[in-house]
């Protein structure tokens, strides 16, 4: 309306305002203050931080003796980084499967999925926004994580050369552990809006991760399709990603780095694209 | 104003909503009125949006409710006492909604004060009775000083003064010429605060009136006669127009004659009366006449207070 509308038409009705509007950075900016306001967050900040830390550490203490040996051949400045992978990516891919799942599934444990929704009946809005805060927030706990566990287990193991040694390899296999706990956390967040019920989105997501791989592996199978599964399940896929060298990536269906990277965002994509449709498609 | 249009919702194989249509005029408060489980929070989550009708339509201010460039602005809905993560504060709750339109802070300090929320609003929402998890919700509904209010079933849970607090917020919304559609089981409550009644039952429209006229419509007026010759003047009153049943040793009560008239023939026929009183339907009465069939769940069925159906 502008200023030089007839009082005449004035009805009865309040008038709109569109004063306040809905917005992505709005949806952002609410999810952003969702998760910071629940006290599990910051519970299972302590919680990923302090384990890595101390499972690196242990990890460096018990392997000081042999760790030339345990390299067998590989670089020590990226042994290191993978030593201190299996302790960052392992703890930190848990624990942000299960917040983002939780993310998903607080809201309708809660009932708050309905004060959410009707606020922003957009839903893929609704799972967008909680997608960037998500992402982001397991950016930055992911590489805090991951830094912490590097500086803890480095001067144990290489007191020397700590922060001089790194190869662009060592720096791509830190990324790469940073990467890993992103896309579980994005999976987690898929598989909540897709399960909706938070016990069987953690269940399917540890599953996913670590119980299928152990399952197909035990039955020992030398099966070509059997073994490309396990190289394209996230765990395979986290091999090559986390601890390459140790690996050989040729003998991978992924090929090497950039499939695995891709391996493991297609497969955060294709949770979120599961989580959408469901959202989309189903009452609230 | 809110329009409903062959709305209609299937869950399985029950009919939750079956072809509704009615609309919601602004600057009244409109009462929802239908038994437990006859599909009034449905139609609600409906309107805006949380559930897909499975025919017809609904449309606030003319147009659906999700395409909305403004939802809170447009309908500020309570749909649950609880709609709250049990782990945050009110604070949060309500702040995380108002960042979604960039709502600023002093609006919501303002609903908190509205709904008396301050002493609690800083503490987790599990910590809240039933009562103060319903005021979080209305000042959820606020947020965005919106045209068009929701409310489902506001008063549960809350104190007499909670009550009467929502019927004085409820009316005064409605002067402000917005939209207010409340729903309840209980007519009496709605008799207070509303103008206009819908009701349901088992999905389908009983009535779309005013509380007057609801009550008018399903009156049935009787006179209560009391005397010591109860049972000479049931005789003497009975026709084919009349029914006289009889209440108490001594009390009778007459459908067919008014209180002239059983006054009348008393002074003919020289009958001593103690008593002689009009009978109006009470709205309670009226409601329960209206929905008697269509009662979802009866009492002496089973227990049947795990079944909401489409309910809560």
């Known amino acids: ?284 | 104003m809110i329009q409903i249009e062959g709305l209609t919702k299937r869950f399985g194989r029950k009919l939750a909503v079956d072809h509704l249509t009615f609309t919601v005029e602004a600057g009244h408060v409109t009462g929802f009125l239908g038994p437990n489980g006859s599909g009034k929070s449905t139609t609600m989550r409906m309107i805006v949006g949380l559930t897909r009708p499975t025919a017809g339509a609904a449309r606030v201010d003319g147009q659906p409710f999700a395409r909305s460039a403004s939802p809170l602005t447009e309908v500020g809905a309570l749909l649950d006492a609880k709609a709250a993560a049990p782990g945050r504060s009110g604070l949060a709750h309500l702040r995380a909604l108002a960042a979604t339109h960039r709502i600023p802070r002093r609006r919501v300090d303002e609903v908190i004060g509205m709904t008396g929320l301050e002493s609690v609003i800083a503490k987790r929402v599990k910590t809240y009775s039933l009562g103060m998890g319903q005021r979080l919700g209305i000042a959820a509904a606020l947020l965005g000083d919106p045209s068009t209010v929701i409310l489902d079933e506001p008063v549960n849970g809350l104190d007499p003064e909670g009550v009467k607090w929502v019927r004085q917020l409820a009316k005064g919304l409605a002067a402000e010429g917005r939209t207010v559609f409340i729903s309840s089981h209980l007519m009496a409550e709605m008799a207070l605060t509303a103008d206009r009644l819908i009701i349901i039952g088992r999905g389908r429209l009983i009535a779309d009136s005013t509380v007057d006229a609801v009550v008018a419509a399903s009156s049935e007026v009787a006179t209560r006669v009391r005397s010591p010759q109860a049972a000479q003047i049931a005789v003497a009153l009975a026709s084919p127009q009349v029914t006289v049943t009889t209440e108490g040793p001594d009390t009778l009560l007459v459908t067919g004659l008014g209180v002239e008239e059983v006054g009348q023939a008393a002074a003919r026929n020289g009958w001593v009366v103690y008593e002689l009183s009009a009978v109006t339907a009470s709205l309670e009465e009226a409601y329960m006449k209206l929905t008697d069939t269509l009662v979802e769940y009866r009492s002496s069925a089973q227990p049947a207070a795990t079944t909401e159906g489409a309910g809560k």
């Open chain 1, 1 to 284: 309306m502008t200023a030089t509308t007839h009082p005449t038409a004035l009805s009865a009705r309040p008038p709109a305002r569109p004063r306040h509007r809905l917005s992505f950075a709005g949806a952002v900016a609410a999810e952003w203050i969702k998760l910071r306001s629940l006290r599990s967050t910051w519970w299972d900040v302590i919680i990923m931080v302090g384990l890595a830390a101390g499972i690196a550490g242990l990890t460096g203490v018990t392997t000081t003796d042999w760790f030339v040996e345990a390299a067998d051949g590989v670089n020590l400045a990226e042994f290191t980084v993978i030593l201190a992978n299996q302790s960052a990516a392992l703890i930190g891919s848990v624990v942000l499967l299960v917040m983002g799942a939780l993310m998903a599934t607080g809201e309708y444990s809660s009932g708050s999925i309905r004060a959410t929704l009707a606020a922003d009946p957009r839903r893929g809005m609704v799972l967008g926004a909680k997608t960037v805060v998500l992402a982001v927030f397991a950016l930055v706990l992911g590489a805090v994580t991951e830094a912490i566990a590097l500086v803890v287990i480095f001067p144990i193991l290489d007191p020397a050369s700590f922060g001089y040694s790194m190869t662009a390899l060592a720096w791509r296999l830190a990324a790469g552990s940073v990467f890993y706990m992103v896309i579980a956390g994005l999976i987690g967040l898929g598989l909540g809006f897709i399960l909706r019920s938070s016990a069987g989105a953690i269940a399917l997501g540890i599953g996913l991760f670590f119980v299928l791989d152990g399952i197909l592996a035990m039955t020992g199978s030398q099966n070509d399709v059997i073994l490309t599964i396990r190289d394209i399940l996230p765990g395979g896929a986290a091999n090559i990603v986390l601890a390459e060298p140790l690996f050989n990536p040729a003998d991978s269906a992924l090929g090497g780095f950039g499939g695995a990277v891709v391996c493991l965002a297609l497969w955060a994509g294709a949770a979120l694209a599961g989580g959408w449709a469901v959202l989309r498609a189903r009452d609230a």
